[in-house]
T-cell receptor, first 115, second 112 residues
């Protein structure tokens, strides 16, 4: 299968700081990327869908000003958690596809801990 | 929109036993049903999938069955091994949708 990487794999930050998570498709061009959040012992919750060169579409209840998504190239999407708080601590996973209806590949995830 | 229910939330079996996880969905137009295995701290991995034009699919110790009339699909793992211990998620893609709805997950524990 195709390779999707995320960086960093884990991050610990202080409350109030911003954290940027990168998602890269290494061997294909990802027109579409999805960002998920997963709290402990819970399911994957879709936060937003982004298409390269367009603004991201956020799911209901997800604050777009708090979770900034940039998908400026066909191989890179970033999620920035602004002014992070302890309740933002979670496992963030990206998923990339060549197109919305193509096979989708998960990144390895980023564990965010906000103190 | 699509709604997916998954049961049980926790399943504990002895090594060698079979394990069955069930999911129901609400959108009769749903046409693709993947199953994922997620180990602690890792990404979900696709283990098997089934499309709506097929009733059953098998891959070694893993099988999935689909009942379109009842709108439910199940994951069957035979001869379970300790390395099968993980959280399993079902998902359903609604008709025309490229965004899956995930079940809540089942924590499978296989005791040696």
């Amino acid at each position: 299968g195709a390779v999707v990487s995320q960086h960093p794999s884990w991050v610990i930050c202080k409350s109030g700081t911003s954290v940027k998570i990168e998602c890269r498709s290494l061997d294909f061009q990802a027109t579409t990327m999805f960002w998920y959040r997963q709290f402990p012992k819970q399911s994957l919750m879709l936060m937003a869908t982004s298409n390269e060169g367009s603004k991201a579409t956020y799911e209901q209840g997800v604050e777009k000003d708090k979770f900034l998504i940039n998908h400026a190239s066909l191989t890179l999407s970033t999620l920035t958690v602004t002014s992070a708080h302890p309740e933002d601590s979670s496992f963030y996973i990206c998923r990339a596809a060549e197109g919305p209806y193509n096979e989708q590949f998960f990144g390895p995830g980023t564990r965010l801990t906000v103190l | 929109g699509e709604n997916v229910e998954q049961h049980p939330s926790t399943l504990s079996v002895q090594e060698g036993d079979s394990a069955v996880i069930k999911c129901t969905y609400s959108d009769s137009a749903s046409n693709y049903f993947p199953w994922y295995k997620q180990e602690l701290g890792k990404r979900p991995q696709l283990i098997i999938d089934i499309r709506s034009n097929v009733g059953e699919k098998k891959d070694q110790r893993i099988a999935v069955t689909l009942n379109k009339t009842a709108k439910h699909f199940s994951l069957h793992i035979t001869e379970t091994q300790p390395e099968d211990s993980a959280v399993y998620f079902c998902a359903a893609y609604g008709g025309g949708s490229y965004i899956p709805t995930f079940g809540r997950g089942t924590s499978l524990i296989v005791h040696p």
